[in-house]
Nanobody
Framework: QVQLVESGGGLVQPGGSLRLSCAASISILRIVSMAWYRQAPGKERELVATMTSRGTTNYAVSVKGRFTISRDNAKNTVYLQMNSLKPEDTAVYYC????????????WGKGTLVTVSS
């Protein structure tokens, strides 16, 4: 079973930056795609960014040019660098592993709260 632990959330003012981390219990090279999702109160969970084990990345239109997903394979960790934050970025951010190459399972972290407010 894959365990995912997010960290780095907090309160930041509009225009500020924050970096989220997601530590996995196994090599992220064994996961087809790592991703960040977010869910704001009263809204559905939405995809923010993805990165395959081969390095291919994709971003939601709303965060393109502001957010960057990256990884450190040696640390089994995926990051989400968030710049030029806006109040509408406020949400619980979840790390997602889709899918492990051995069992085809999808895993979720418990989430970390990001609040963008003045």
């Amino acid at each position: 079973q894959v365990q995912l632990v997010e960290s780095g959330g907090g309160l930041v003012q509009p225009g500020g930056s924050l970096r989220l981390s997601c530590a996995a219990s196994i090599s992220i090279l064994r996961i087809v795609s790592m991703a960040w999702y977010r869910q704001a109160p009263g809204k559905e969970r939405e995809l923010v960014a993805t990165m395959t084990s081969r390095g291919t990345t994709n971003y939601a239109v709303s965060v393109k040019g502001r957010f960057t997903i990256s990884r450190d394979n040696a640390k089994n960790t995926v990051y989400l660098q968030m710049n030029s934050l806006k109040p509408e970025d406020t949400a619980v951010y979840y790390c997602n592993a889709d899918r492990d190459a051995d069992y085809g399972r999808t895993y979720w972290g418990k989430g970390t709260l990001v609040t963008v407010s003045s």
